[in-house]
């Protein structure tokens, strides 16, 4: 069973519409992250959250809003789409259990036309 | 994130051991060597990590040398599921907040039958 799911898998969207990116894990992790990968770009962090109710910026947070309602669930929103968000964007979750690892989830490809 | 360099691409055949190496001459004391490689239309996954000592796993074996500028992982009889584009990056790993991920290009292993 999947630990970190994503959806929409796949989404197209027009620009200046509203697109959120939905992001549920099952690890009992604190901490959850939103990314997005460009080919030349390679991973960048775009929001964070260390648990519920909390959200940070990454490296590249305009244009995006986060919310993490609770321990599970983490979005990502868009109120504004523009072409250049384009992308593959990944969510993944991660804990402090002396390894730091992040575990991702499938990716939801996101076409702004 | 300090830098890494990896090759570009390195290619193999299945059954063999592939040598992937990476340089970090400018790594600092408390940054941890992680490895995270990525199949297409795949999130991310964690491979293995380390600070001073070479670790092994049930994935790979890491070897880091004894100044810490470069490290290699070792994959052993290597499988087509294996072809993949394996990123090295370094982390200041903060306990009880975790950290985020910067990935660049990596390098692509590609295996033949």
């Known amino acids: 069973e999947a630990a970190v799911t994503q959806s929409p898998r796949n989404k197209v969207a027009v620009t200046g519409g509203k697109v959120t990116l939905s992001c549920n894990q099952t690890n009992n992790h604190n901490n959850m992250y939103w990314y997005r990968q460009d080919t030349g770009h390679g991973l960048r962090l775009i929001h964070y959250?260390?648990?519920?109710?909390?959200?940070e910026k990454g490296d590249i947070p305009d244009g995006y809003k986060a919310s993490r309602p609770s321990q599970e669930n983490f979005s990502l929103i868009l109120e504004l789409a523009t072409p250049s968000q384009t992308s593959v964007y990944f969510c993944a979750s991660g804990d402090w259990g002396g390894r730091d690892t992040q575990y991702f989830g499938p990716g939801t490809r996101l076409l702004v036309l | 994130d300090a830098k890494t360099t990896q090759p570009d691409s390195m290619e193999s055949t299945e059954g063999e051991t592939v040598h992937l190496p990476c340089s970090h001459a400018?790594?600092?004391?408390?940054?941890?060597i992680y490895w995270y490689r990525q199949v297409p239309l795949q999130g991310p996954e964690y491979v293995t990590h380390g600070l001073q000592q070479n670790t092994t796993n049930s994935m790979a074996f890491l070897a880091i040398a004894s100044d810490r500028k470069s490290s290699t992982l070792i994959l052993t009889h290597v499988s087509l599921r294996d072809a993949a584009v394996y990123h090295c990056?370094?982390?200041?790993?903060?306990?009880?907040?975790?950290?985020?991920?910067?990935f660049g290009k990596g390098a692509k292993l590609t295996v033949s039958p």
């Open positions: 400018t790594i600092s004391g408390n940054e941890y």
């Open positions: 959250s260390y648990g519920a109710g909390s959200t």
């Open positions: 990056i370094l982390r200041v790993v903060q306990q009880g907040t975790g950290s985020k991920l910067s």
